[in-house]
Each structure stands twice: as structure tokens, then as C-alpha cells.
């Protein structure tokens, strides 16, 4: 079996350029999406990654890009992305693996039939549609399925794309435009005088700009962190898989969530499979210190995640303090989070898909492993200035649809840096949503 997702290698730039506009930190979809959108917008970018790209769960990710299921707040970004999506692959010069596909979840009772119509009805205000299908229609959807659901709710306008390609493509495409990319060159930490940025410290040297975007996933926290602000965000670990190719009619024809079985065809003619029931979540320092805004989410999900003590907890704590800018970074000590999946999880998942589909008896995992998910206690992504600091943007906390969602997130994070007109509105998004009393109860969970 092989191990771990292949990307598409970028390689990265030699030298550290001395002086840009923007700085972006972190190679996943997010942040280069932003630098891509700010070089095409006549900026002078630099990109700093302390792996490679889309080395994290920009390439650990399921696939998926859906408005299906999405929180009220994410409706418009969900809606853009997909826009974006669309025309991805001119826009980048390559094959994204994008195709439109649709999105199907399971109703498996009246509540969940209920929840879904309610949504339906909601979505539709934000010009995105889906509907309950049942019968013959969702017999073609699923050809093959020895338990088929009765109804479900279905977004035909929904798509997919291939993880371990778009985002190198992208940044290749940002490159072309003059975008400096620089891999396995942490971002030691941000310098900031006056009440704004100046600029980035890199291991290989510092970088001046005048804006600063922080798109760095799970380690966002962190790096914030340094700088005396709180970023409520806490790393949950999600294990995928992928099968070898089947015939083009065997199995879910669109992306399909049934309680545990989370599946999506892929361009090599194989499945990606998940299980879409647990998640594991490794209990950190920042757990315990930010425990209460994420009681409702805790509530909510309780039956779907198990909790995990071991190296994790150790290594915050170990690491947790700040470290002087002149001297090696934790961002230096682990280039690529790279954790085991979680075999049982997978287990389950597969045996599952066996007994549904004869066609797809045979079905193995040729490749699996896991990725840390940058989930907020709202499930909804922080784009946002940061009041106390002019020229920073931090663009994190997709809770799991960051892949998706990805081109209109680092759109909008790029209409920020640049004080125009956004793709949409950022209100949603803001950080002060945490702390000021706005933050609305999570609708969905990660």
C-alpha cells in the first residue's frame, strides 16, 4: 500500500525577495488562491510555506466542492467558489480534475427530511438550489445500492476536484504571474511596530511588506498566538482513503454522505471513501483554554468524535511559547503534520461500502491517510482584518470545507489586503464575532 497523498511538486523559489507588497503565509488552497488573486491584481507576492504545497489537508481532504449542507453564513462563498471552480482549469492552464457532479445526503428520518426542506427553502434565497429526490431519481444517482436511502436531499450544481493537483496548479499559475514561492522556508514569525505589520522573518531572511495574510491552517493559532491575539481554533483529524479504478457506472454517481459512508468518484476511475460518522480530536493546552466556545459544537457532535491523548498534548506544551525570531522555529521542527490514519475509522467505512455495493466488492484502500481539519467553534472560516494590527488578514478555521470553499475564501482575503470591493461580504467571517457577543450558534458540524 502506498502511503499518503501525492501531489504535484512546486518547487520552490531560492531566494527570499527583500521587499514585496503582501506576504502570504501558508501553500495550502487558501492562501494560494489569495496570492494568485493579488498577483492578478498587479501586486508584487510573496509566498512562504515551511513544507510544500499543499502538503497539509489542502491535498488530505475529501474532494468535495458543495454548497449542499452549507451553514446560512457560507451560502454566498459557497455559491462564488463554485463559480470559480468552473472556469479553474483555463484559469490555471491544467486539469483541476473539476467536474460537476452533485452532492447527495441520505434522510434516513422524518427530522432529517425536515431539516433538509428547511434548508432547501433557505438556500434558494442565496440563488442555490437543491431539492429532495426519491424513487427512480435517486435509484439513478445510486445504481446499485443494496440499502438505498428512501429520500435524500440532492444539489445537482455541486462538483469535485482533485485535491493533490488543483492546488499545485494554482500555484504554478501564480508563479507565472511573478508570484515568489517560496517552500520549505518557515515563517518564523510576523514583525509588527507601530500597530502594523512590517513585514515577515523567514529562516532564510526577512521579507518587507505591507500587508500580511495568514492562511496557515491549523498552525494559524499559533502564529497569532505570538502576536498576542486569541484565534479559537482547534485541530480535528480526519483519515481518508482511495480505492483502486472501477467501471465508470459502478457506485454513487455524485458525492454521497450516508452516515458513515462519505464517498466521491475521482478522475483516475477510483473512489475516495471516508468515514463520515467519527473524526478524532487530539486534546491540546488550547483545548482546555478554549473549551466554552466550543460547548455547543461539543453538544451537537459528541456522537461523532473521540477524544485523543497522546504526543499531541505533549508537543503544544513543549512547544507552546513564543520563540525568539533569530532562532529556529517549532514551524522548522515539523515541516508537514503528517498523522496516521485512524484504521478502524477506515475499517468500518470500507466494509460498508462492500455490502452496499456488489459492483464495488472487491474495493480497497490502495492509499490512506489523515489530515488535521482547522475547525472553529461556529464551524465557519475567520477572514478578517485584525483591528489591533493595519495590514493583517488572517484567512482560517474552514472547519473542513476549506478545499471547497477555497477560491472565493482566498478571493476574499485578497479583496481585503487590497480595500476593494469583496466577493462577499466578510461580516460573517469576522474575528471579533468570538469575543464581542455576534457569534451565532453553530448550525452544522465539522
Known amino acids: ?44 507576492v510573496a509566498l512562504v510555506e515551511k513544507g510544500q504545497i499543499a502538503g497539509e489537508q489542502s491535498s488530505r481532504n475529501w474532494g ?56 432547501i427553502a433557505e438556500a434558494a434565497g442565496a440563488g442555490i438550489h437543491g431539492e429532495m429526490v426519491e424513487g427512480a431519481a435517486l435509484e439513478a444517482l445510486l445504481p446499485g445500492d443494496a440499502a438505498r436511502p428512501a429520500i435524500g436531499m440532492y444539489c445537482a450544481t455541486d462538483g469535485r476536484a482533485e485535491p493533490q493537483r488543483a492546488v499545485p496548479l494554482m500555484a504554478q499559475a501564480a508563479r507565472a504571474l511573478g508570484v515568489t514561492i517560496l517552500t520549505d ?17 523567514t529562516e532564510r531572511g526577512t521579507i518587507a511588506a505591507d500587508a500580511v495574510v495568514v492562511a496557515g491552517g491549523v498552525w494559524t493559532r499559533r502564529i497569532l498566538a505570538d502576536l498576542g491575539i486569541a484565534l479559537p481554533q482547534l485541530p480535528v483529524r480526519a483519515s481518508v482513503a482511495r480505492t483502486q479504478p472501477f467501471p465508470a457506472d459502478a457506485g454513487p454517481m455524485p458525492n454521497f454522505w450516508d452516515g458513515t459512508l462519505g464517498i466521491r468518484r475521482r478522475a483516475d476511475g477510483g473512489f475516495t471513501v471516508a468515514n463520515g460518522h467519527l473524526n478524532a480530536i487530539p486534546v491540546i493546552p488550547a483545548s482546555f483554554r478554549h473549551m466554552g466556545l466550543y460547548r455547543h459544537l461539543l453538544g451537537m457532535e459528541w456522537r461523532h468524535i473521540r477524544l485523543k491523548f497522546g ?19 517549532p514551524y522548522e521542527t515539523v515541516r508537514v503534520l503528517d498523522p496516521q490514519p485512524d484504521a478502524a475509522y477506515l475499517a468500518r467505512a470500507f466494509a460498508l461500502l462492500r455490502r452496499r455495493y456488489p459492483a464495488l466488492a472487491t474495493a480497497r484502500p490502495v492509499q490512506t491517510w489523515a489530515g488535521f481539519i482547522d475547525a472553529t467553534p461556529d464551524t465557519v472560516p475567520v477572514i478578517s482584518p485584525v483591528a489591533a494590527i493595519g495590514g493583517l488578514v488572517v484567512a482560517t478555521g474552514f472547519s473542513g470545507h476549506g478545499f471547497g470553499a477555497g477560491p472565493a475564501g482566498g478571493h476574499l482575503a485578497a479583496d481585503l489586503v487590497l480595500g476593494r470591493a469583496p466577493i462577499v461580504d466578510p461580516t460573517p467571517f469576522r474575528l471579533q464575532r468570538y469575543f464581542d457577543g455576534t457569534m451565532p450558534l453553530p448550525v452544522y458540524g465539522v
Open 1 to 44: 500500500m502506498i502511503l499518503g497523498p501525492q501531489t504535484i511538486a512546486v518547487f520552490g523559489d531560492r531566494e527570499c525577495p527583500p521587499r514585496v507588497d503582501t506576504v502570504v503565509i501558508g501553500g495550502g488552497v487558501i492562501g494560494v488562491y489569495a496570492a494568485l488573486t493579488l498577483a492578478e491584481a498587479g501586486q508584487r
Open 64 to 119: 468535495w466542492c458543495r454548497a449542499a449542507g452549507r451553514d446560512p453564513r457560507e451560502f454566498d462563498l459557497a455559491r462564488e467558489s463554485l463559480r470559480l471552480w468552473r472556469t479553474m482549469n483555463e484559469r490555471v492552464g491544467g486539469d483541476t480534475g473539476f467536474a460537476t457532479c452533485g452532492t447527495l445526503y441520505a434522510a434516513r428520518d422524518e427530522a432529517a427530511v425536515a431539516h433538509n426542506r428547511a434548508w
Open 311 to 329: 504526543s499531541d498534548f505533549l508537543r503544544e506544551w513543549r512547544d507552546g511559547a513564543p520563540v525568539p525570531l533569530d532562532r529556529p522555529s
Open 185 to 201: 522556508c518557515a515563517a518564523r514569525g510576523i514583525d509588527v511596530a507601530g500597530g502594523r505589520v512590517l513585514g515577515v522573518v
